[in-house]
């Protein structure tokens, strides 16, 4: 999909080949890109922009995204090597599933 554009940020290029690239979904002009070493990508189409959240950044708990699954119109799973999270394309929230539900994380 993304092998050979380059993304245009205001700030940088962003090399488009990512060779850790785990999952990718698009929903609402929205395009999320999960790695397995760089955390979660999200490309705002309509505003040409992109959100990168990790570990490293400390505003995402893993660096290693295993999958993406639509749950409704606004929602998205986003599961990593740890944990489970909800992101909610209207309100751009997190929502853990783990502090919600516990017991999933044992």
Request: proline share 3%; glycine share 4%.
């Amino acid at each position: 999909l993304f092998r050979s554009q380059t993304i245009r940020n205001e700030a940088e290029d962003i090399p488009s080949n990512y060779n850790n690239t785990t999952a990718i979904y698009s929903m609402n002009d929205l395009v999320f890109i999960g790695t397995k070493y760089r955390g979660l990508h999200i490309y705002d189409l309509k505003q040409e922009s992109r959100k990168t959240y990790s570990a490293n950044n400390g505003n995402f708990p893993s660096n290693h995204i295993t999958c993406l699954e639509k749950l409704s119109k606004n929602e998205l799973l986003i599961g990593s090597e740890e944990y489970l999270t909800i992101y909610n394309t209207e309100s751009q929230t997190f929502q853990s599933l783990d502090k919600k539900y516990p017991e999933l994380h044992t």
